[in-house]
């Protein structure tokens, strides 16, 4: 590890791991379970992903203002949106993920050497089950932005984690997936940047540190 960081917080979806079944698997299937025509796509569901992140009450309450926010915009009933949301609840299982390539060893390599902690944007019941199945434990703390935080890429919820693992901005790297919340909120508080790219081709925008085509890559490019 470079000798300015001591440290090493991560974001979770898209980072370090990601659902055996994609949300553009569920949603076909959450339609046909409820018994209603699809009226909507998994972009336009996405797309509304941040709006709702700070007055949610938790992942199953967000997804369903989403999917009524949606239905409305159409002229839709927005029972048949609720409908819809908890037939894709009854679909998803939190505990079926999966690691992104190379996060494991990565996490493994780096605990015990460095602190490790996580700021997420997601629900923390549904990470909890995440990070259980994965058999991650490794994280000093855990900030779920937009629940114990304004969500990211607010300079809140890294902060948070910081205070925790008592290491200053300047001498902490973050790693995520998202340029708009992770490395934007990185830089927000004056983190170094890691972004996992995972295919994306686009110049960035802000510009990382290091841009990295899957989690395992950030061992060779800080070696």
């Given at each position: 590890?470079?000798?300015?960081v ?14 055996e ?5 569920l ?35 967000h997804?369903?203002?989403c ?5 409305r ?7 048949l ?17 999966r ?27 549904m990470q ?5 199945s ?15 935080a ?10 948070l ?10 001498r902490?790297m ?28 686009n110049d ?5 540190d ?14």
């Amino acid at each position: 590890m470079t000798d300015s960081v001591e440290a090493v917080v991560f974001d979770i979806d898209g980072t370090i791991c990601e659902y055996e079944r994609t949300t553009a698997d569920l949603l076909p299937l959450a339609f046909e379970r409820a018994g209603v025509d699809p009226f909507f796509s998994t972009s336009e569901y996405v797309s509304r992903y941040e709006t709702f992140l700070d007055s949610s009450d938790g992942v199953d309450d967000h997804r369903e203002r989403c999917f009524v926010d949606i239905a409305r915009e159409k002229g839709r009933d927005p029972d048949l949106a609720r409908e819809v949301a908890a037939a894709y609840a009854a679909e998803r299982d939190h505990s079926r993920v999966r690691f992104l390539d190379g996060a494991q060893e990565l996490l493994e390599t780096l605990a015990g050497t460095y602190p490790l902690a996580a700021v997420t944007n997601g629900d923390p019941e549904m990470q909890s089950q995440k990070l259980a199945s994965l058999g991650v434990d490794c994280f000093e703390t855990v900030v779920h932005a937009g629940y114990d935080a304004p969500a990211k890429p607010s300079p809140e919820p890294f902060e948070l984690a910081l205070s925790a693992i008592e290491t200053p901005p300047e001498r902490a790297m973050y790693v995520g997936n998202s340029l708009q919340a992770d490395i934007a909120g990185a830089r927000n508080v004056g983190m170094h940047a890691a972004w996992i790219a995972n295919g994306e081709t686009n110049d960035p925008e802000p510009v990382p540190d290091y841009e990295l085509d899957s989690p395992g890559a950030l061992l060779d490019a800080l070696a």
